[in-house]
């Protein structure tokens, strides 16, 4: 092995490198800054003997999470790597792109925009970030509309089902929602729509269906979880939503099933994510939602950021991030198109 590990008499853990020792006098502390400084070329060796270590992307298919891109991709990934996403106006392009992939996307998944309309959405870091800024939407209409009715407004809760992705219970328990899980059952491993609906009350914020569960891929079905739903609304007078955590399914379905409703072809359908790093086919770190339309998504939780030029809205949770991912995704929707897109997922299944 390039690295071996010390301890110094104190139990200071220390890394010292063969490779790199020309360069280095003495090993480095662990998990302190070291005092001095050492030449690039030893920090590199003495980084990359130890990143060896590491597994081998290529073969880690565990996480369905994009390990391979065109050489022609990693050159702009590695052109843009130094810019910062946030600053929009010093980047014009690359928010324009991102707003390209934000409508492609919307499109894909049927949502309704009219003529002179652009969507309504936005890039994440990934469909976690995607589902905490859908589950903020929904709980903020929700307590609007409690508010306007002067009812309690509380104890949202949120409808899923028991093989939810564990983003969806850091969801709830950051942002204080309640999670109603429908238990799975021998030989059915997904949320039971009839089941969801029949756990909704006045206080459920929206119910969550995943299109590809984590456990074993399956689609839920959508379509009869939005018609039982819309009957369950008529009665009682409640609008509930659902989104659809499509993180996985979101770039499979309209491909090789376009005929499957789950998307915004049904009413009760307000958002939707999507992994750009899962099937979107780029590398970790892009995600992406699409609300249906303006309404769904309140304007309170826009900010308005104009410190850095002209006025810039807003609406994710962290602040500064890369371009580099953007870039990516849009890359890979103007190369591989409707044609190639369906030959990929196809052979991916
Ligand atoms: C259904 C589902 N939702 C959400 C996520 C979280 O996605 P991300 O890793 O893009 O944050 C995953 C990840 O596997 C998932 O399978």
Redesign the pocket.
Same mark, same amino acid.
């Given at each position: 092995m390039a690295l071996s590990r010390a301890q110094t008499n104190s139990g200071e853990s220390l890394i010292s490198s063969t490779f790199a020792s020309r360069y280095v006098r003495t090993a480095l502390p662990r998990f302190r800054i070291p005092e001095q400084s050492i030449p690039k070329d030893a920090a590199y060796q003495i980084i990359n003997d130890e990143l060896m270590l590491d597994g081998n992307p290529r073969l880690n298919l565990a @996480?369905f999470v994009t390990t391979w891109m065109e050489p022609e991709c990693d050159k702009l990934i590695q052109n843009s790597v130094n810019k910062n996403y946030v600053d929009m106006d010093e980047y014009p392009v690359t928010t324009e792109f991102q707003n390209r992939c934000v409508n492609m996307i919307a499109h894909l998944f049927n949502a309704p925009i009219g003529e002179d309309e652009t969507a309504v959405g936005v890039g994440t870091v /990934? @469909? @976690?970030e995607a589902?905490m800024l859908a589950g903020l939407a929904f709980k903020r209409k929700w307590q609007n509309k409690m508010k306007a009715e002067g009812k309690p407004h509380d104890k949202p809760n949120i409808v899923t089902g028991a093989n939810v992705?564990v983003?969806w219970e850091k969801f709830a328990r950051y942002f204080e929602v309640e999670l109603k899980e429908v238990k799975l059952r021998e030989g059915y491993y997904v949320m039971d729509p009839a089941k969801a609906v029949e756990l909704v009350d006045e206080n459920t914020i929206c119910v969550a269906a995943?299109l /590809? @569960?984590?456990l074993n891929g399956e689609f839920e079905d959508v379509k009869m979880l939005n018609d039982l739903l819309v009957a369950k609304n008529r009665l009682i007078r409640w609008d509930t939503p659902i989104h659809v955590?499509a993180? %996985?399914g979101g770039f499979i379905a309209p491909f090789i099933y376009p005929e499957l409703e789950w998307d915004f072809r049904l009413p009760l359908v307000k958002s939707i994510n999507v %992994?750009g790093?899962?099937y979107g086919l780029v590398y970790a770190g892009v /995600?992406w939602i699409i609300w249906r339309n303006k309404e769904d998504l309140p304007d309170e939780l826009i900010f308005h950021i104009n410190y850095l030029g002209a006025d810039q809205p807003t609406f994710t949770l962290n602040f500064s991030k890369g371009s580099s991912q953007i870039i990516a995704q849009y890359y890979q929707l103007i190369r591989l198109g409707f044609e190639q897109h369906n030959k990929h997922v196809l052979t991916l299944c």
């Open positions: @996480s /990934g @469909s @976690s589902i992705q983003c995943i /590809g @569960s984590t955590d993180a %996985s %992994s790093h899962k /995600g």
